[in-house]
């Protein structure tokens, strides 16, 4: 055998053992894009992405915002916006639902819960209240209302992420309470709604209707409410 065909096997074994590693690189760098693509949103991203199409639904209704605008808004393409968030109606949902936290978020946070009944159901109130009655919340429930109609599913979605989950913490609140004997008995879910619609009836309805409301008003339909709801109507 000669020298020169003694080298060349060295050689194109050095050039098989070499292949391998050159053509792993793109599949690990594809591996990786695809992850990141796939990747759960980050919840600042989340919340940034609420504080920039927000607006758009408010204003224009939900109807009238396209799948353009929202790109413009948020970045992206109108692939990366089917894939990540299931279209305008994924995003819809997900400024519905932060609305809604925002309201239940610190329900229970000025409660001190060393004080008496009547003075916790004040401090609940006053932050529910407070909260409904934002100009941006207010927006929502306007927008929410007039498109139940035509996208009966978003509608359904958003009595279950808003109104009917304050009155299951509101309940559970009660339900605490009965246990420890402070509010008598009876049905928690019911007595939850009659006391956040006290709440709600008047001064959501004049602001719906763009007549108006006063702190002091609402001061005292809550101190009322707290009271009818602890001693109803007896003498």
């Not at 050159?22 to 690990?28: K, Q």
């Not at 199409?53 to 224009?60: E, Q």
């Not at 008496?116 to 004040?122: G, H, R, S």
């Not at 139940?148 to 009917?164: D, T």
Request: proline letters at 4%; aromatic letters at 6%.
């Amino acid at each position: 055998m000669s020298s020169t065909s003694l080298s060349s096997k060295p050689a194109r074994a050095s050039q098989r053992a070499k292949t391998p590693r050159v053509a792993a690189r793109p599949v690990a760098q594809k591996t990786a894009v695809k992850a990141r693509r796939g990747g759960r949103i980050t919840e600042a991203r989340q919340k940034e992405i609420v504080a920039l199409i927000s607006p758009l639904f408010l204003d224009r209704g939900y109807e009238k915002v396209t799948i353009d605008d929202i790109v413009a808004k948020i970045g992206g393409s109108k692939r990366t916006v089917y894939e990540r968030f299931g279209g305008k109606a994924g995003l819809f949902k997900i400024v519905i639902k932060d609305y809604c936290d925002s309201v239940h978020r610190d329900m229970f946070t000025d409660v001190e819960q060393h004080k008496d009944i009547e003075k916790q159901l004040v401090a609940i109130g006053s932050h529910f209240l407070g909260m409904i009655l934002n100009p941006n919340i207010l927006e929502q429930h306007r927008l929410m209302v007039s498109i139940g109609r035509n996208f009966p599913e978003l509608g359904r979605m958003f009595f279950k992420a808003g109104p009917q989950l304050a009155y299951e913490l509101i309940a559970r609140w009660i339900e605490k309470q009965q246990a420890a004997g402070k509010i008598g008995p009876g049905n928690a879910a019911i007595m939850a709604e009659l006391f956040l619609d006290m709440l709600t009836g008047r001064h959501q309805l004049a602001l719906l209707t763009s007549s108006s409301t006063s702190p002091a008003e609402i001061s005292a339909t809550v101190k009322a409410a707290a009271r009818l709801f602890l001693h109803g109507t007896k003498a």
